[in-house]
C-alpha cells in the first residue's frame, strides 16, 4: 500500500501539508440525531483541530466513572496484565488499554450518541474504536506526555492509511495547566511533521512509558509553535475534548496533589482500517490497536 | 544552639506554626527611600507570603542580563566548575550558583535598590546574599522542581537559625503554567512542615539536580494545597516576584519550545546569619551557602 506520509525513514524532519479533510462531508445515510454540533463548532474544529465541549456528561456520570475506576485501580490481578502501563521508574498506574472491550460501562460510553454521533459527524460516517484507554496522571508524580502527533504513530506502528480519525477525551478531574492539562497547537493538524529514526521492534513495550521514536525534531516543534501558539485544555471534570488524529499535543508533568484522570476513546472511520504497518514491523498488539476485532458501532 | 525548627529527625511530618514575623518592624537607621512598598504590598506579603511585581526591570536590562547570560552558557570551562549543574540525565544547564560574586553585572543587580530596599524593609534591616543562582528550566525538556520550603533546606543543611530570609526571582523570559512558572501555596509560609529520613552526607552533590530529602509528605502537601489552594506565578519578563523563605513551592517540567530563566537572590537578614548546620553534617560549600564571605549590602 502507498505510503502517503512517510515519517521514520530520512534523517531529516520534513513538514508536508495534510492531504485529507478535517470535517469530512456527511454520511449519505443520515447519523443519529442527537449530534449538536454547531456550524460555528464545526468551522472551529476544522480551523483548530480540536473542540472543548464543557459539561458533556453530569457530575452522577462522572461519580460512577469514577467508581468503576477505583474498582480497576483496585484489581490486583490487572496490575500484571499487559494492557495496564504503569509510569517508568514507579508502579503507579499511567494507562489501562482496551477498556471499551473489558468494561461494560466503558463499553457503552464509547457508544453514548452524545460523543459516537459528534465522531459519526466529523469523520462522515460509521466509525469503530481504534483504541481505548484511560490515562491517569496521578497526583505529585505524574509524568509528562511528550509533544506528539497520534496520527504518525498509528500510522506508521499501526497501518492507519489516511487522516480520518479523532481523539475523544472525557475529562474524569478537573483538567488545568497546573496539573498538567493537554496543551495543543491549534492549526497544526495541517501538517504533517515527518520525525526522524527508524522504530525499533516491539517500540510499543517502552513506548507507552516514554516515547523515543515519533518524537518531533525541537526545530519542527519550534516552527510549529511559533506558527499556532499553544493552547491549553482547561476545564471541569465531565467535560469532553475532541481533537484531531494529527493535531501537535503534549502535557507536562504534574506535582500538584490533584491527579489529572481522562478518558480516551479514538474514533477511526471504517473505510480507513488498519492495514500493515508502515515500519514493515510486526503490528502492535490488539489491545492497543484493534486489528481482529473492528467492528462499527 | 538550639533548634527552633526541627526537620529530618523524626519518623513522621509534623506541623507547626511560625515563631517569627512575616515582615519585620521597619530598622531604626531609615533604609533607601526608593522602596516603594505601599502598605496595601506589605499586608498582601504578609497574608500570602509572595509578591509579584511586574516590569521591575525594563526591556534592555533584560537584554542586557540575557546577553550576560548567553556568555555564561557559552563559556566552557564553566560547565566543570562546581557551580554549574545540569540536569539529571543531559547536560543542558540547570543552575548557576554564586552569580553575586562571579558576576559583576549581577553583582550590581543584588544590590540594586530597587530590589534590596524591599528586602531590607520586608526584613527589617541589613541584609546580605545568602545564595544566588541563575535557574535555567530549558524549552522541551526542563524538569521539575519538586515542592519544597527553602528555609527547611537553609535550615537543616546550612544553619539558618530562623525565618528571616526571603528570595527574590527576576523573570528573564515570560512565565507562564505552560512553560512551568512557579507555583506557591500563598499563605502555607505561616505553617512549618518537617520532613522525615535523616540528611545523607553531601546531599547537595545531587539535591541540586533532583531533591530526595527535605521533601515534605504527600499528607502535609495534600493539607496545604486544601487549606491554602495553589498560586501559578504568571508574569512577563522583566517582572520580579519576592517570596517568603518558608512558603511551599514547586515547578512543572516544561516541554514546551520557551524557555523558563530565572534569576534568584536570597537576602537574609544579617543578625540571622549561617551557624553550624542543624543536621550536624559539614556545611555546604560556600557557593550555595555564604559562611566565610557575608558582606552587608
Request: proline residues 7%; charged residues 20%; aromatic residues 10%.
Given at each position: 500500500?502507498?505510503?502517503?506520509y512517510?515519517s521514520?525513514?530520512e534523517?531529516r524532519a520534513k513538514v508536508q501539508p495534510r492531504?485529507?479533510?478535517?470535517?469530512?462531508?456527511?454520511?449519505?445515510?443520515?447519523?443519529?440525531?442527537?449530534?449538536?454540533?454547531?456550524?460555528?463548532?464545526?468551522?472551529?474544529?476544522?480551523?483548530?483541530?480540536?473542540?472543548?465541549?464543557?459539561?458533556?456528561?453530569?457530575?452522577?456520570?462522572?461519580?460512577?466513572?469514577?467508581?468503576?475506576?477505583?474498582?480497576?485501580?483496585?484489581?490486583?490481578?490487572?496490575?500484571?496484565?499487559?494492557?495496564?502501563?504503569?509510569?517508568?521508574?514507579?508502579?503507579?498506574?499511567?494507562?489501562?488499554?482496551?477498556?471499551?472491550?473489558?468494561?461494560?460501562?466503558?463499553?457503552?460510553?464509547?457508544?453514548?450518541?452524545?460523543?459516537?454521533?459528534?465522531?459519526?459527524?466529523?469523520?462522515?460516517?460509521?466509525?469503530?474504536?481504534?483504541?481505548?484507554?484511560?490515562?491517569?496522571?496521578?497526583?505529585?508524580?505524574?509524568?509528562?506526555?511528550?509533544?506528539?502527533s497520534?496520527?504518525e504513530?498509528?500510522?506508521?506502528?499501526?497501518?492507519?492509511?489516511?487522516?480520518?480519525?479523532?481523539?475523544?477525551?472525557?475529562?474524569?478531574?478537573?483538567?488545568?495547566?497546573?496539573?498538567?492539562?493537554?496543551?495543543?497547537?491549534?492549526?497544526s493538524?495541517k501538517e504533517f511533521i515527518s520525525c526522524?529514526?527508524?522504530?525499533?521492534?516491539?517500540?510499543?513495550?517502552?513506548?507507552?512509558?516514554?516515547?523515543?521514536?515519533?518524537?518531533p525534531s525541537?526545530e519542527s516543534l519550534q516552527y510549529l509553535?511559533?506558527k499556532?501558539?499553544?493552547?491549553?485544555?482547561?476545564?471541569?471534570?465531565?467535560?469532553?475534548?475532541?481533537?484531531?488524529?494529527n493535531?501537535m499535543?503534549?502535557?507536562?508533568?504534574?506535582?500538584?496533589?490533584?491527579?489529572?484522570?481522562?478518558?480516551?476513546?479514538?474514533?477511526?472511520?471504517?473505510?480507513?482500517?488498519?492495514?500493515?504497518?508502515?515500519?514493515?514491523?510486526?503490528?502492535?498488539?490488539?489491545?492497543?490497536?484493534?486489528?481482529?476485532?473492528?467492528?462499527?458501532?
Amino acid at each position: 500500500m502507498q505510503d502517503d506520509y512517510p515519517s521514520r525513514i530520512e534523517t531529516r524532519a520534513k513538514v508536508q501539508p495534510r492531504l485529507d479533510p478535517v470535517i469530512y462531508p456527511e454520511a449519505e445515510t443520515p447519523i443519529l440525531s442527537s449530534c449538536t454540533l454547531s456550524t460555528q463548532q464545526l468551522n472551529d474544529f476544522e480551523k483548530n483541530g480540536y473542540l472543548l465541549l464543557p459539561g458533556l456528561f453530569n457530575s452522577s456520570e462522572v461519580n460512577e466513572f469514577h467508581q468503576a475506576i477505583t474498582a480497576i485501580q483496585q484489581d490486583e490481578s490487572l496490575k500484571n496484565s499487559p494492557v495496564a502501563i504503569t509510569e517508568r521508574g514507579n508502579s503507579e498506574l499511567r494507562s489501562v488499554f482496551q477498556i471499551h472491550q473489558n468494561h461494560p460501562l466503558f463499553s457503552n460510553v464509547a457508544r453514548d450518541p452524545r460523543i459516537a454521533d459528534i465522531a459519526r459527524r466529523i469523520l462522515g460516517g460509521d466509525v469503530y474504536i481504534h483504541q481505548s484507554r484511560l490515562n491517569f496522571k496521578p497526583g505529585f508524580k505524574g509524568k509528562e506526555f511528550y509533544w506528539h502527533s497520534d496520527f504518525e504513530t498509528w500510522h506508521v506502528e499501526d497501518g492507519m492509511p489516511r487522516m480520518r480519525a479523532i481523539s475523544c477525551s472525557i475529562l474524569l478531574t478537573d483538567n488545568n495547566a497546573k496539573n498538567g492539562a493537554l496543551m495543543l497547537m491549534p492549526g497544526s493538524h495541517k501538517e504533517f511533521i515527518s520525525c526522524v529514526g527508524e522504530t525499533p521492534e516491539n517500540h510499543y513495550e517502552t513506548s507507552l512509558q516514554k516515547q523515543e521514536y515519533g518524537i518531533p525534531s525541537n526545530e519542527s516543534l519550534q516552527y510549529l509553535s511559533d506558527k499556532y501558539g499553544i493552547d491549553c485544555a482547561e476545564a471541569a471534570a465531565g467535560s469532553v475534548l475532541f481533537f484531531d488524529c494529527n493535531i501537535m499535543h503534549g502535557s507536562n508533568s504534574n506535582i500538584t496533589p490533584d491527579p489529572r484522570s481522562n478518558l480516551f476513546f479514538v474514533y477511526n472511520h471504517i473505510d480507513n482500517m488498519v492495514y500493515e504497518p508502515f515500519s514493515l514491523q510486526p503490528p502492535r498488539p490488539e489491545y492497543i490497536c484493534s486489528r481482529e476485532t473492528i467492528k462499527t458501532l
